[in-house]
């Protein structure tokens, strides 16, 4: 094994992976190459496995480690790869002790926002999702221990600050709720600008939060939700715990508040899925006004109850997902049109000449500004996905 190099992580999923990987990056040694996989779909399994693959070829003496959901289920599938020196499941991966590292040895800081993670694990087992059997049951890291975290960050120069977790609406930190964590983070650190919370489930919004999402402004007015499917009937076949109704209520309730960007996980192709509870999906976009749509063709888990469900043809699915996307980038377009003329405060991101605004739209800038500075702009034109400005 080489210890010429530094340590590389690749991240593949969700958010709460990217936070779990920058904490990573900070403890692995030289000479290490972590795969901190997904095992969300087959597809996202399939994607692991090629990163390793490809990460050997590049780095035929590196000791390449694989971690992550994947290969939480399937830790004898993994460990069997040639290409796989070790396989450390998720409950370790966090520990100083796996990697050798010192429990208080400092991190830099991230050049732009900082993903924290903050809530694992999930209680309510989607009959599309294998999560639970990689992550294991709801827990919430403490706020006594959250909070010196974020501090931390903000001392040395951090702006933005995302919180994350796999299920985030059901933190819980005995009896304390999200809300109450946003609201102690913010007047315990009263110098973090910029908060934003990763994918909440709608059934899980309580009053306290929807009131810190509408009128705080250092919440961004960015909401993006679990919703997974606008048709009833599709919903109660996922297990989820929301109606189609509920969505759209939550929706009108944040924007009658606020002018708040509404983002949204959805699935295409769900089984048992017709053209009108398609139809149904697709129209949610509208009425809910999504703009920000993280759309999956569904593709089985073993081991799920959807994978023994009549399933929808692959094409359909994908062919479905298409349509989702599209509906969405012209919501997207609509709201970005509206914005030219506004001065918008960006946090410029990597390599200088773009970032986002606090509804998430992308921005660009005509010259390079320093990268994690936040920038008063002045848009001067839409195009379809982002937003062109000058530095007022």
């Known amino acids: 094994m080489s210890l010429s190099h530094q340590p590389e992580v690749v991240t593949l999923g969700c958010r709460l992976n990217i936070a779990e990987s920058a904490a990573i990056r900070q403890m692995a040694g030289r ?7 997904c095992g969300v779909t087959n597809q996202a399994v399939k994607d692991t496995r090629a990163a390793i693959r490809r990460l050997r070829r590049a780095r035929p003496d590196a000791e390449l480690i694989v971690t992550g959901c994947a290969s939480e289920m399937d830790r004898d599938g993994f460990a069997a790869m040639p290409e ?9 991966k966090l520990l100083p002790a796996t ?33 639970p059997q990689g992550r294991g049951r709801n827990r919430a890291d403490p706020i006594a221990e959250v909070i010196p975290r974020i501090a931390t960050l903000v001392e040395t ?14 933190y819980d930190d005995r009896g304390a709720r999200l ?38 402004p250092r919440v961004m007015p960015h909401v993006h939700l679990s919703v997974q499917a606008g048709d009833d009937m599709i919903l109660k076949r996922m297990r989820r715990r929301h109606a189609r109704g509920d969505v759209v209520r939550l929706v009108a309730r944040l924007k009658a508040a606020r002018d708040i960007a509404i983002g949204a996980d959805l699935i295409a192709g769900f089984p048992t899925e017709d053209e009108a509870m ?21 593709s089985p888990r073993a081991g799920t109850p959807a994978a023994r469900m009549p399933q929808v043809a692959p094409a359909t699915a994908r062919a479905r997902a298409a349509q989702l996307r599209a509906a969405a980038s012209a919501r997207l377009a609509r709201r970005l ?23 998430f739209a992308e921005v660009r800038l005509p010259s390079p500004a320093p990268v994690g500075s936040v ?4 848009v001067t034109a839409a195009a379809p996905d982002h937003l062109t400005g000058t530095i007022a």
């Not at 000479?31 to 996989?37: A, D, E, F, S, Y």
């Not at 796989?84 to 370790?92: H, K």
């Not at 120069?157 to 059901?170: F, H, I, N, P, Y």
């Open 375 to 378: 920038v008063a702009v002045t």
């Open 99 to 131: 990697w050798g590292a010192r429990p208080n040895a400092p991190r830099p800081v991230p050049q732009t926002r900082a993903f924290l993670g903050v809530q694992n694990g999930c209680d309510h087992h989607c009959t599309f999702c294998a999560i």
């Open 278 to 298: 398609f139809a149904n999906t697709l129209g949610l976009i509208d009425e809910a006004d999504i703009t920000h749509a993280h759309v999956f063709p569904y």
């Open 31 to 37: 000479g290490q190459v972590v795969v901190n996989g």
């Open 157 to 170: 120069g951090q702006r933005e600050v995302v919180l994350s977790g796999v299920d985030l609406a059901s």
């Open 179 to 216: 809300g109450t964590l946003v609201e102690r983070l913010l007047a315990a650190v009263p110098a973090l600008e910029r908060l934003r919370l990763s994918s909440l489930d709608p059934a899980a919004i309580d009053d306290h939060l929807l009131a810190l999402l509408t009128q705080e």
């Open 84 to 92: 796989v020196d070790r396989v450390i499941g998720n409950a370790a």
């Open 337 to 359: 049109a509206t914005q030219v003329g506004s001065v918008r405060r960006v946090l410029v991101e990597k390599p200088g000449d773009r970032g986002h605004a606090p509804d």
